[in-house]
């Protein structure tokens, strides 16, 4: 089993910054993708941005492609998402995931899942 906390949501402006950050414990070394969705009130969760645990390998949605940056440190089991120039479209909840195998966009493919953190962004 893989735990999933994340960290970092709030509330920002709009065009400001957000670091969301997400610790996996437990079975770590099974999870060759690791992946950020977020999940809008009334919307279907959608995928944001996934890398893998050994080449760094990055996969990002067109709709955050520029703005937002994901990355990883093995050492310390930790994911991060870097989220710049926010916009009120990017308010939701954001999940972290983990899964083994390649990356991925299809969030019920994805294994693990943390709790979630509210990222709001006002205009």
């Known amino acids: 089993q893989v735990q999933l906390v994340e960290s970092g949501g709030g509330l920002v402006q709009a065009g400001g910054s957000l670091r969301l950050s997400c610790v996996a414990s437990?079975?770590?070394?099974?999870?060759?993708?690791m992946g950020w969705f977020r999940q809008a009130p009334g919307k279907e969760r959608e995928f944001v941005a996934a890398?893998?645990?050994?080449?760094?390998?990055?996969y990002y949605a067109d709709s955050v492609k520029g703005r937002f940056t994901i990355s990883r440190d093995n050492a310390k089991n930790t994911l991060y998402l870097q989220m710049n120039s926010l916009k009120p479209e990017d308010t939701a909840v954001y999940y972290c995931a983990a899964k083994g195998g390649a990356l991925g966009s299809n969030w019920s493919l994805y294994d693990y899942w943390g709790q979630g953190t509210q990222v709001t962004v006002s205009s």
């Open positions: 890398i893998t645990r050994g080449s760094g390998t990055t």
């Open positions: 437990g079975r770590t070394f099974s999870t060759n993708a």
